[in-house]
């Protein structure tokens, strides 16, 4: 394939996931390492939104720092299908030519990706935590960025480059930036890009949705999270980690080995191979504190760690340790914080 002409490529685009008529949080992660780029490559801050009934989050996105978004809205795209949303931003990336385009690295944001780049015949990095400019000529498209991403089961970070694919594709991990600050009245420019779903010869579609029937809080957006891990011993001493996280208004989480074993569903799972958090208070039941497990809480402002052994990683690394069964203990501490909030 012949080298491609890197000054056609102009713009940082952020994808802003609306899921079932929600947008992702991670959107405005985005836009601040989003920002951030755009600013120094002198290029402009785009948001794309794929979906149906968009118009609703454009003020607030504008307000965050975009100046462009980009509307694909269709009836066709309510629900998320690989097929049709990779083909709706294959259109568009082809004829407007960014530069950057940021992802979050969520389910759907991780099954785009590699079609996307297979579709525009380029590269995709994944799950990386942070971002730099590397070396080149300022505006002129050369800049590749320096995606850094755990590897080795968060053992090791590498630095991984797209020198010569644009646009670059990027899947963000989750939590690794703060949120956007909000500017109030800001404004921006709109595009509502018309699109033919007709023309793209789908094989898949969405039958129905049910969402899940569940009232714990969601980890990913919790302040305060507490997680159970193998030193529980069995499924139904999760029910301990379910009284303290209720005591304390918190999410429930989980390390990986519940979750293989099947005390607990996937959706709690916190760690590498499951979800990023980065709360306020994250308090860990028997969890030994494994590299995989520390690379998905280990940001958490404060980390209360409750196991047997006191020579264990995460009781080293915590903020506070306490050496008890969990038994025993964590009765105590729910009868403790009743009397203080009474």
């Known amino acids: 394939m012949s080298e491609i002409d890197l000054t056609q490529y102009k713009g940082v685009w952020c994808f802003g996931e609306v899921r079932h008529?929600?947008?992702?949080?991670?959107?405005?992660?985005?836009?601040?390492?989003?920002?951030?780029?755009?600013?120094?490559?002198?290029?402009k801050l785009s948001v794309v939104l794929v979906g149906h009934n968009l118009q609703g989050w454009t003020q607030?996105?504008?307000?965050?720092?975009?100046?462009?978004?980009?509307?694909?809205?269709?009836?066709?795209?309510?629900?998320?299908?690989?097929?049709?949303?990779?083909?709706?931003?294959?259109?568009?990336?082809?004829?407007?030519?960014?530069?950057?385009?940021?992802?979050?690295?969520?389910?759907?944001?991780?099954?785009?990706?590699?079609?996307?780049?297979?579709?525009?015949?380029?590269?995709?990095?994944?799950?990386?935590t942070d971002l730099t400019l590397g070396p080149g000529t300022n505006g002129a498209g050369g800049r590749a960025l320096n995606a850094?991403?755990?590897?080795?089961?968060?053992?090791?970070?590498?630095?991984?480059?797209?020198?010569?694919?644009?646009?670059?594709?990027?899947?963000?991990?989750?939590?690794?930036?703060?949120?956007?600050?909000?500017?109030?009245?800001k404004i921006g420019e709109i595009v509502n890009v018309p699109i033919n779903p007709s023309s793209w010869n789908l094989k898949t579609k969405v039958v129905s949705y049910a969402p899940e029937q569940s009232s714990e809080l969601d980890i990913g957006s919790a302040d305060k999270i507490v997680s159970g891990g193998r030193g529980l011993g069995k499924p139904d001493n999760f029910n301990l980690v379910r009284s303290l996280a209720k005591a304390l208004g918190a999410a429930v989480g989980s390390s990986r080995p519940p979750v293989d074993s099947g005390w607990i569903p996937y959706r709690h799972q916190v760690g590498l191979t499951g979800r990023t958090v980065k709360p306020k208070l994250y308090v860990a039941c028997g969890i030994s504190g494994q590299i995989q497990h520390l690379a998905g809480m280990g940001q958490a402002d404060t980390i209360i760690a409750i196991n047997r052994d006191p020579e264990c990683q995460l009781m080293k690394m915590a903020t506070f340790s306490v050496e008890a069964d969990l038994n025993e203990f964590i009765p105590l501490l729910v009868e403790e914080i009743g009397k203080q909030k009474n």
Request: charged share 25%; aromatic share 6%; hydrophobic share 40%.
């Open 21 to 43: 008529g929600k947008l992702v949080t991670q959107t405005y992660e985005l836009l601040t390492i989003g920002s951030r780029i755009a600013k120094e490559l002198n290029e």
């Open 60 to 128: 607030e996105l504008l307000e965050a720092g975009a100046e462009k978004i980009y509307l694909l809205d269709h009836p066709e795209l309510e629900n998320f299908t690989d097929e049709a949303y990779t083909k709706a931003l294959a259109e568009l990336a082809a004829k407007e030519k960014p530069n950057k385009i940021l992802i979050p690295a969520t389910t759907v944001g991780r099954s785009m990706a590699g079609r996307l780049a297979t579709i525009l015949h380029t590269g995709a990095i994944a799950d990386v």
């Open 148 to 185: 850094i991403r755990p590897t080795y089961g968060g053992n090791l970070f590498v630095t991984v480059r797209c020198e010569k694919c644009r646009p670059e594709i990027i899947t963000v991990r989750p939590m690794s930036f703060p949120k956007a600050a909000r500017t109030p009245g």
